[in-house]
């Protein structure tokens, strides 16, 4: 068999400060929060997600994303994009010195009515203003993409769902399109047909995979993508994560999993795993728990 071809060097967008501590019920403070980004940045990790501009009654534990965006000693270099699903997102992101910002639509009708209230179509009318806006600023927009192989509420998605939310928002100027396998579901050959779907309407360089770890397929996904010319994963320090909208749907895949994974078979990160494992054990330790990382349980337990 021929060796598997794909980028030699691969960019992580580090989401457990957002996707990760989103969905904590312990409550985590703001210089915890604040400390962790600034270890992932000092990790290597050129882009840390810091917050999310949502409402507080739907996700509270966002709701101080703009005194953590405040205080960050931001790293020249390194990007710290928040969530903003609307124009109020956008403009109070923007008070607080986002410099990047996330829309963030879903391929699936009824997950995107329990994740932001509205459908699709509508998705996309709130996320226009806010891409234009965010364009007239020079401030980068990112795209996301939920249930791209799955959903909690209707099951299995066609890839072409994907592709026509995809082609609308890189259509709208996102400079990158994030594939969000929301619930965990995706196993490798279903990836790589999707990426060939996604491939017919924004190319490979554009896109993102964000793999969430439900059924252990998280790590295997992200190889099948980057067989397929995807360079650039979301990952979450000590696996933390889920989505409050999104029952079952567990961490995202661990960074330090990602990080050791690629380094040993020669593509680069860019990430330091030692400082990353330090950034790992200070949440965890946070958190009261262990890393849900197979790396770092295991470097951990070798330590011993
Ligand atoms: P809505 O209720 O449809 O909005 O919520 P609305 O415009 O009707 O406003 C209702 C209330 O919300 C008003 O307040 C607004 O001011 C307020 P009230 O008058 O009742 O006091 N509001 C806001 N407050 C703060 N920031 C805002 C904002 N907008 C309105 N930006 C909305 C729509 C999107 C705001 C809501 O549904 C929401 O916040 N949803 C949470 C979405 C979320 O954060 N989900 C988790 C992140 S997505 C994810 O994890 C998936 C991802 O990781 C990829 C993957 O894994 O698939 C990205
Ligand atoms: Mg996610």
Redesign the pocket.
Known sequence: MPEPTGPGRIRLVE?GPR?GL?NEAAEVSTDTKVALIEKLAEAGCSAVEAG????????PQ?ADSAAVLARIVKRPGVAYPV????M??FD?ALAAGAEEVAI?GAASESFSQR????SIAESLNRFRPVAEAAAARGVRVRG?I??VLGCPYEGAIAPEAVREVAAALLEMGCYEISL?D?IGVGAPRETARLIDAVAGAVPTDRLAG?F?DTYGQALANIWAAWGKGVAVFDASVAGLGG???AKGASGNVASEDVVYSFARSGVETGVDLDLLLAASRFISEALGRKPVSRVANALAAADV
């Not at 999310?52 to 996700?59: D, I, Q, R, T």
């Not at 969530?83 to 609307?86: A, F, S």
């Open positions: 989401v996707d989103q999310a501009f949502v409402s507080p009654k739907w996700v966002m969530l903003t699903p609307n109020k997102g109070a963030f994740n932001i209230n509205c996301y939920s249930c969000g929301t964000h969430h989505c409050p909208y």
